[in-house]
């Protein structure tokens, strides 16, 4: 790490390194009182001391040398309220030296930097704490000095981490006598603000609120309890560590689903859907499982992780199992499986038909559900597709065999513009002779309203899908159609929308149809390779002209995207004319004359500008429009 380059060496035993400076900045933002709810420093310590826990379970698994003598996984918080101290003790997995360094010195998650940044935004940031791993510092919250002492499992060397979070931290070997048997002993020396966070009433509060449904039972050690002569220390079980998913629904309050959901997930907004039952059958599963009404910071991350932790008869396995498709990345929770072998390694865990069933079973109950929300709770479920719309539309591409499912969920903007639509209602209200379901691509709704290529469509009041997410380019070709009905692109092919009538029952005014083939012609004869063809359109209905992709290939807005991102030239478009509009008639009347050549590169240009391109040769284009300005005002 260039940030360590500070590194005083004192003793080889005792060493003073610099914060990397994202810490530093963190640090700051925390002492600073970022966070409005000072008592979440505890829940991260906690939730750290688990994790540890999880991890030697695990480990044991396979070396049980590792737990040989160990008396139970337990988190045990000391509470010394006259000397303003307290202490999170756990016998999980320990840390070596160098994992000290490396984990309590430097932010290794790329979403810090995304964490900081919104967090300087924003005045309260405890919704954002917890997803960005900058768990440990919120000690500095409510400490003026922390000492952390821990030993690795297996080890029988000790070593402790201290500092008083103001730019260095100092690391040193200690003597076992002074460590845990095993595992991190992480102990704040509070502020003088802050000392009842040593006080059990306010510790009990704390736990009871946000650990509740840790997987690890929890114990308060209350170092001397009552008063003078009598007092003395004190050991009780706040909580028991039980499973929470384990329970039987009916005995499981909101409350303790939301506290749960924040542990696990690391989110601590109210979840929007919970999902938690017991499959039994062939495959025997736990699912608890939560819908967040928040987007996560790593949504649209490119590895794409899941965050569903997979637990094996109640040992957490791995929290990147990718028990769910991609697509439905932004769920949250657990799933522990009754049938998988507990010494599953994490290469093993990927094809296999157990974890598949298991998958697919997760899966169809997780899109049946949500498609019961859309149908009993529509305005909810609208929230639901804003948030992560986009991720699922994913599966659409990607997952073939749900897209049958996945169309039922989707929901659409579109140029009726009266809120999210279905394809179910989309096709309800097909015109007249409509045989295809139509959509556009673009950046922004507004910026694909203004396209010209809607201007037909309009006319004869079709409804047009309003594709916007980056995905949409990509499902939409590849998708055979809706309830028979092809998806078709409005800048694609031919419009072939004579057959449908014109909302203002207004027949259509053209130009003699040969006039305007004919200067098609001309125009194409002019415009040479840059048009694979000019033609008339009923596509348009104010503007003069567009381009549009020929029938086969991609669309304009995909290949425009796969050409910028493979740097190929585009296929030559079609220049359509729009045989009404007064521009078109009056040229293709004058035929022959030079003002063709001038108007097929104007024309074509305009049709590029309104595209969001520049015209081909920018100097040719202005100095036909300069031409023609000054014969029109010279
Ligand atoms: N009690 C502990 N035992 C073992 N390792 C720990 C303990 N506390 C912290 N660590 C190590 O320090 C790292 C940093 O902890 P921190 O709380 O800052 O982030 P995190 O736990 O990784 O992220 P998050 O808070 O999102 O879970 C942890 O990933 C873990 O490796």
Redesign the pocket.
């Known amino acids: 790490m260039t940030t360590m380059d500070e590194t005083k060496h004192e003793t080889p035993a005792q060493e003073t390194h610099a914060f990397e400076a994202e810490v530093s900045r963190l640090l700051h933002l925390m002492v600073h009182a970022v966070y409005s709810n000072k008592d979440i420093f505890l829940r ?1 310590l906690i ?3 688990a ?2 826990c999880e991890k030697l379970r695990y480990l044991a698994v396979s070396e049980p040398g590792l737990i040989e003598g160990h008396e139970g996984f337990r988190i045990t918080i000391e509470a010394d309220a006259k000397a303003g101290r307290l202490s999170v003790i ?1 016998n ?4 070596s030296r160098d ?1 000290m360094k490396d ?2 010195g430097t932010i290794a998650r790329s979403g810090t930097k995304a964490f900081l940044d919104q967090l300087a935004e924003k005045k309260d940031g405890q919704a954002l704490i ?8 919120s000690a500095f919250m409510v400490a003026d000095k922390v000492r952390v002492v ?1 030993r690795k499992a297996g080890s029988d060397v000790a070593h402790e981490w201290t500092s008083d979070g103001k730019g260095t931290f100092h690391l040193g070997d200690i003597d076992l006598a002074e460590a845990p048997v095993a ?2 002993r ?1 102990t704040l020396e509070l502020m003088d603000d802050a000392t009842a966070f040593a006080e059990e009433g306010t510790i009990e509060r704390i736990v009871r609120e946000y650990s509740a449904h840790v997987p690890v039972p929890i114990s308060i050690h209350v170092i001397g309890a009552g008063d003078g002569e009598d007092a003395k220390d004190e050991t009780r079980e706040l909580t028991d560590g039980a499973a929470l998913w384990m329970k039987p629904k009916s005995a499981v309050k909101p409350e303790e689903y939301k506290e749960f959901y924040g542990n696990v997930g ?1 989110m601590w907004d109210d979840p929007t859907l919970t999902i938690h039952y017991r499959a039994e059958g062939r495959h025997e599963y736990s699912v608890l499982l939560f819908v967040p009404s928040m987007k996560p910071f790593d949504l649209f991350d490119p590895d794409r992780r899941g965050r569903v932790k997979l637990y094996v008869r109640r040992v957490f396995i791995a929290d990147d199992a990718e028990i769910l498709p991609a697509w439905l990345r932004f769920m949250r929770g657990v799933v522990d499986s009754e049938d998988l072998p507990l010494n599953i390694s994490r290469e093993m865990l990927q094809q296999n038909p157990v974890l598949e069933a298991i998958a697919k079973g997760v899966t169809n109950r997780i899109l049946s559900d949500l498609a019961k929300m859309a149908e009993n709770e529509a305005e909810t479920y609208a929230k639901v597709w804003e948030a992560f719309g986009a991720v699922l539309k994913e599966g659409l591409y990607e997952a073939p065999d749900r897209r049958d499912d996945l169309f039922k969920l989707a929901r659409f903007h579109t140029t009726r513009g009266d809120g999210w639509r279905s394809l179910k209602d989309y096709v309800a209200d097909l015109k007249e002779n409509q045989t295809a379901i139509y959509y556009a691509l673009g950046e922004s709704k507004d910026a694909v309203l203004a396209s010209p290529h809607l201007e037909g469509y309009k006319a004869r009041g079709l409804e047009v899908l309003l594709l916007t997410d980056p995905v949409d380019a990509f499902w939409v070709r590849t998708a055979l159609g809706y309830d028979g009905k092809p998806f078709k692109s409005v800048s694609q092919g031919s419009a072939d929308l004579d057959q449908i009538a014109l909302e203002d029952g207004k027949d259509e005014d053209t130009a003699p149809a040969a006039d305007v083939a004919a200067f098609a012609l001309a125009l194409k004869e002019v415009l040479g390779d840059r048009v694979t063809e000019v033609r008339a359109s009923s596509r348009l209905a104010t503007s003069a002209v567009c381009l549009v992709a020929p029938d086969y290939g991609l669309d304009r807005r995909t290949e425009k995207l796969v050409a910028r991102g493979e740097g190929q030239s585009m296929t030559a478009p079609i220049l359509e004319i729009n045989p009404r509009h007064e521009l078109i008639r009056s040229l293709a009347e004058r035929q022959g004359t030079d003002a063709v050549e001038d108007a097929a590169h104007l024309l074509y240009g305009q049709a590029r500008i309104l595209e969001g391109e520049a015209p081909d040769d920018p100097n040719d284009f202005a100095a036909r429009l300069d031409r023609l300005m000054q014969k029109a005002f010279g």
């Open positions: 991260e939730s750290n001391a994790d540890a756990d999980g997995i320990g840390m994992e984990n309590l917890g997803q960005f791993g900058v768990g440990f510092y821990s595992g991190t992480v690391g």
